[in-house]
């Protein structure tokens, strides 16, 4: 997807450049609002009470097929119509799952399956879900001050994963062992906070997921429009987070098709692509399309939909030099 906006200001990289989104020009030709179908309220593109598309829309818009659940715990404190949590429950409705906090499952019960997308003194990385030999760089107590662990007072950013003693060829060969499946992944939950950083910490103190394995992932700026105060600028949106847990997994579980460009612009740790550098592969002669179990090539791009078009609305009013949220310290 090429970029339609032209920049005033100072030149930059578009972000979604060359990745697998469907055109959302469409959704710049809605007029009105429509009534919700569930509630009745007055909504624009879709329900963010009831996670669905209002109006025609719902025959217009991607679907998008994820290899896991998604359950996102909003905090009640965020404003529905700002989150873009949302987004992720309308384009791929049947593996995602939003609740309000403290409605929420008792993840205690099944805690083998399921991982919480949280950093913490003992967060795994996706590619140590697969068991591959990487280890994190934890010199300096993560950079932070003394007297403090990254699961209280996280305000830098994390330093990159590392492949260990085992080089790429060997290590490519201990992967291929074993064919992953929708049905054998090595989880089949993975939970979100949508929440700012200091709620999200009282979240990850209930009794209900604390005694989950956490999961943090490879760094990449974020393209969000809003400030949040405090917060650095490789602190994601929620949709954006999914997006990269679901690209981290589905490399490591099928590789990354070494066709696919849609990975330039998002200025991802080279820590990423030096763990997808073994796991990239040519696409088999004559194969179009994208099958579900094949080497990475957009596959969830689309959970972008909604948001790369707001991006691109921001973007033509003002100058993305002049945002805040984009001159955060990295």
């Known amino acids: ?9 100072h030149p930059r990289k578009y972000p979604f450049v060359n990745m697998r989104l469907a055109d959302h020009s469409v959704l710049d030709t809605i007029e009105g609002r429509h009534s919700c179908r569930h509630c009745n309220r007055s909504r624009k593109f879709f329900c963010y009470s009831c996670y669905v598309p209002v109006g025609q829309l719902g ?4 679907r998008v097929e994820l290899p896991i659940q998604i359950d996102i715990i909003k905090h009640k404190k ?18 995602v799952r939003i609740y309000t906090y403290p ?3 008792d993840y205690r019960e099944e805690e083998g399956g399921v991982v919480l997308i949280f950093p913490s003194a003992t967060s795994l990385t996706v590619p140590q879900l697969f068991e591959r030999n990487v280890q994190l760089k934890i010199d300096d107590n993560y950079g932070l001050p003394k007297g403090h662990h990254m699961g209280t007072m996280l305000r830098r950013r994390m330093d990159e994963v590392v492949v260990g003693e085992t080089d790429a060829e060997s290590e490519l060969k201990h992967s ?3 064919r992953y499946t929708y049905d054998n992944l090595p989880i089949r939950r993975a939970i979100f906070i949508d929440s700012t950083w200091n709620q999200s910490r009282s979240i990850y103190a209930d009794e209900r997921i604390r005694r989950l394995r956490t999961v943090v992932l490879q760094n990449r700026l974020s393209q969000f429009w809003r400030h949040q105060r405090g ?5 994601l949106a929620t949709v954006e987070a999914i997006h990269q847990f679901l690209l981290e997994l589905h490399v490591n579980a099928w590789g990354l098709n070494a066709d696919y460009r849609g990975l330039d612009n998002l ?3 080279e820590g990423f692509h030096q763990l997808a550098a073994p796991l990239t592969m040519q696409p088999p002669m004559g194969e179009e399309g994208i099958n579900r179990e094949s080497p990475y090539n957009g596959h969830y791009d689309n959970l972008l939909f909604f948001f790369a078009n707001m991006y691109d609305l921001i973007h033509k009013y003002y100058d993305h030099n002049d945002l805040i949220s984009y001159r955060r310290p990295i």
């Open 1 to 9: 997807m090429s970029h339609p906006v032209q920049t005033k200001g």
């Open 59 to 62: 025959e217009l818009l991607p």
């Open 78 to 95: 965020e404003i529905d119509g700002k989150s873009t949590a949302v987004h992720a429950a309308v384009l791929a409705p049947d593996n």
């Open 103 to 105: 409605d929420i499952p």
């Open 176 to 178: 291929s062992k074993r």
């Open 231 to 235: 917060s650095p600028r490789w602190y």
């Open 267 to 269: 200025e991802i740790t």
